[in-house]
């Protein structure tokens, strides 16, 4: 017998629970003869080993380098104690520590093996739609508190059979300390409901087998609500024009593209186009909403995303997604439950209650989410991952800094809110809430964020908050009992979230770009040039300011946009101007309108950078009046002709009437004449849209050549919800890098206002 010569005890730190971590500790422990424990911990897992000094240094690379697929090490750390003389090797319970935290590993879809396994006939778990292990499942949807422990998760109220328990105690067995594990006899279990609304009153349906009557009834054309891992689904086929037309009329969603699922990537190819690396973001443990290229005559409805070249895409990444999607063979469907504008459902009898005016049917489950979890969205952008809304399959796994921050909170902005909590070299950013536009939204905010402050154990000591003072988000960051509060500039925010994503503490360019942010001269911005830091900012140029008649109406209904450009760079000679756009207007709303503009009644001046893609749109008569957010501008991208290398004329002019240093102004009058112009020879569309393209990537370059000669700076970061067109952001950084530009954009979390609460937390860190 050889005694142990060493004993070490180390600390694991990272995504270390709920990944599979104490049972590929043990089995390596057993396989290097060492004996000890491992426990989870709130500040990590811990670890004891006695043997020989060969064996444990073994055992340290080994965890180093062949860790569970999922899990992600942080740190390290160990140290070497005299022996105690330990004879085997267990698995401790589990550790609380006061103020002790660790990361969380969100939700994985199913591995292989469990795939394997349920459509084996002959296995236990054959078709059964919880089936997990410890290399997949639900994690951050059923963690209540951690240490992540059953009695600890939605799954405690669930208790093992005999052999799931063997199972879950067998160090051999893949299921080892898999804490959502279940099978038919012992865990979660679907059931078939119908709608209230059907004419019968809510029914549970007797069906020996719910998936089966559920691929018959989306057969059929009915629309189903399915509960998932965060949330309800809202799935119908994605092939019948009627069944899509009437979830979008039931959803009140009647522009915005529905997201599919497909059974497998071979059938994602007969529907778009895949490159290499789109296909490598399908099949990744994620599972998130995919935007592809359409082929030229796909089978899908038109109206899954109407007047769109792109389609939101994901493959099954549950149990029952596999089942429903490879036993149908079907193109289905799967936005969020919910009605426009509202929180997903994710509770049985609120989804029954908020749904039943949308789904026909309703596949229950009796596992509770313990945190509403919407789907990622994601595109390729410069051949990498660009994150569009994250959630599902990221969130909460932090962003990490390069500094210790203090404990803070940042409420985000209105549109697609996010939160972020920051504690020492960790940005933990919520998954995304929604549009804080309404009560049940603030109350999804202030859950998640509960979860969030008792998971991570902060209590934050700073406030961050946008400017605006009717933001829902910034009325709730008012209302807090904190008396130190940091009000931070939107478009600043964008750009040190670009900045801090990249690691980027100098000074950049920062060139944001959006709809709408509140500015400090009390106008709203969104064509800005910032030179800019984590401390503060410099506003050096920005586009000519024009007026929004009806303020916020002028985002719903572009005409009123185009107007305003119009008004402002024509006065009373616009109305003469022949083109088509004003002979459709109604000409008592032009005449109010016009008396609107010139007396400034509801008329806010703005800079923003998307209102004239809007503007440019109505007047070629794409979008007049949007159904979502950003319509317009994608209806304009999607129409460009790739081909095309003409421009616009554009002036750059100084003012220095309102800054002690002048300000540089795109004055974008030169850009609107040529569109009119071609207008009226009948230039199509599509190159018109290409050339308005080449236009706003040629200004900027054309500023950022300007401020690198006044300021030293060749660094630019992207930001801001315009650089989610492909065709802007492609074009621009190609050019900006032959210039010799140092480029940045977002791909951890959006460049879109979900990314702003990151910008938030990082400024307000360094303003206190």
């Not at 509960?450 to 946008?466: C, G, S, T, V």
Request: a negative charge; charged letters at 25%; one cysteine or more.
């Amino acid at each position: 017998m050889v005694l142990p010569t060493q004993r070490a005890r180390l600390l694991i730190k990272g995504v270390v629970q709920g990944v599979g971590f104490r049972p590929f500790i043990y089995q390596l422990a057993h396989n290097l003869s060492l004996n000890g424990w491992v426990l989870n911990s709130s500040k990590g897992v811990v670890v004891e080993v006695e043997g020989s000094s060969a064996n444990i240094d073994d055992f340290i690379e080994a965890i180093k380098t062949k860790a569970p697929p999922l899990a992600c090490i942080e740190s390290l750390e160990y140290k070497l104690l005299p022996l105690v003389g330990y004879e085997s090797f267990i698995i401790k319970s589990s550790l609380e520590e006061d103020e002790k935290f660790l990361l969380i590993s969100p939700d994985i879809s199913i591995c292989d093996d469990c795939l394997q396994e349920m459509f084996e006939p002959k296995d236990r778990r054959y078709r059964y739609p919880f089936i997990n292990c410890t290399n997949c499942g639900p994690r951050f949807t059923i963690i209540e508190d951690i240490p992540y422990d059953r009695e600890k998760t939605t799954m405690k109220k669930f208790k093992m059979c005999e052999c799931c328990r063997a199972e879950y105690e067998n160090p051999a067995s893949r299921r080892f300390h898999a804490q959502p594990n279940a099978c038919a006899d012992c865990g979660p279990k679907l059931t078939l409901v119908r709608s209230r609304e059907l004419g019968v009153g809510s029914e549970k349906i007797n069906s020996d087998d719910p998936i089966k009557e559920t691929i018959e009834l989306l057969r059929e054309g009915y629309i189903v609500a399915i509960k998932g891992l965060g949330g309800f689904h809202l799935a119908c086929d994605a092939e019948n024009d009627e069944a899509v037309t009437t979830l979008r009329k039931r959803k009140r969603r009647h522009g915005k593209p529905l997201a599919v699922m497909v059974s497998d990537i071979d059938a994602v190819k007969k529907h778009c186009s895949v490159s290499e690396e789109e296909e490598k973001l399908l099949l990744t443990p994620q599972k998130p909403i995919v935007l592809l290229k359409k082929l030229s005559d796909p089978t899908i409805s038109d109206s899954v995303a109407p007047n769109n070249d792109y389609l939101g895409v994901m493959l099954p990444y549950t149990p029952l997604h596999c089942l429903l999607l490879r036993e149908s063979n079907m193109v289905l469907v799967m936005t969020s439950g919910n009605l426009s504008e509202e929180p997903i459902a994710f509770e049985n009898e609120e989804a029954m209650h908020r749904l039943g005016n949308i789904a026909d049917y309703f596949v229950l489950h009796d596992r509770d989410i313990c945190s509403r979890y919407d789907d990622s969205v994601v595109r390729v952008l410069n051949g990498e991952e660009a994150m569009i809304r994250r959630a599902r399959g990221y969130a909460p796994f932090p962003i990490y800094l390069p500094f210790e921050s203090k404990p803070i909170l940042a409420c985000g902005p209105e549109l697609k809110n996010t939160f972020c909590l920051t504690k020492e070299k960790y940005a933990f950013v919520s998954q995304h809430i929604g549009d804080m536009e309404n009560l049940d939204t603030l109350e999804h905010f202030e859950e998640t964020l509960a979860l969030y402050k008792r998971m991570f154990r902060i209590e934050p000591e700073i406030i961050a908050h946008d400017l605006h003072p009717d933001y829902l988000s910034t009325k709730f960051a008012k209302s807090l009992e904190n008396t130190k509060f940091v009000g931070v500039q939107h478009h600043h925010a964008h750009i040190v979230s670009c900045m801090v994503e990249n690691g980027i503490e100098d000074k950049v360019i920062g060139v944001s770009f959006d709809g709408t942010g509140y500015g400090t001269d009390g106008t709203i911005w969104g064509g800005e040039f910032l030179v800019a830091d984590w401390r503060g900012f410099e506003r050096c140029a920005h586009l000519r300011y024009v007026p929004m008649p009806g303020g916020e109406g002028a985002i719903k209904k572009p005409y009123r946009m185009a107007l305003g450009y119009l008004c402002s760079f024509f006065e009373s000679e616009f109305e003469e101007l022949d083109i088509d756009f004003l002979k459709r207007l109604d000409e008592i709303e032009l005449k109010n309108i016009r008396i609107q503009i010139e007396k400034g009644l509801n008329s806010p001046m703005t800079s923003s950078c998307g209102r004239l893609f809007d503007a440019v749109s109505a007047l070629m008569g794409i979008r007049d009046v949007v159904d979502y957010e950003g319509q317009a501008a994608i209806e304009l991208e999607m129409v460009a002709q790739a081909d095309v290398d003409e421009k616009y004329d554009f002036k750059l002019e100084e003012d220095s009437e309102k800054s002690q240093s002048p300000l540089l102004i795109v004055d974008t009058k030169p850009i609107i004449e040529g569109v009119i112009d071609d207008l009226k020879i009948g230039l199509s569309n599509s190159e018109i849209s290409a050339k308005f393209h080449n236009t706003v990537a040629a200004f900027v370059i054309a500023v950022c050549n300007k401020l690198r000669e006044e300021e030293g700076i060749d660094k630019v970061a992207l930001s801001g919800g315009v650089f989610q067109n492909l065709l802007l952001s492609n074009k621009l950084m190609r050019e900006l890098r032959y210039k010799s530009f140092e480029v940045y954009f977002q791909r951890k979390v959006p460049c879109n206002d979900g990314g702003i609460s990151l910008g938030q937390a990082i400024i307000a860190n360094f303003s206190v």
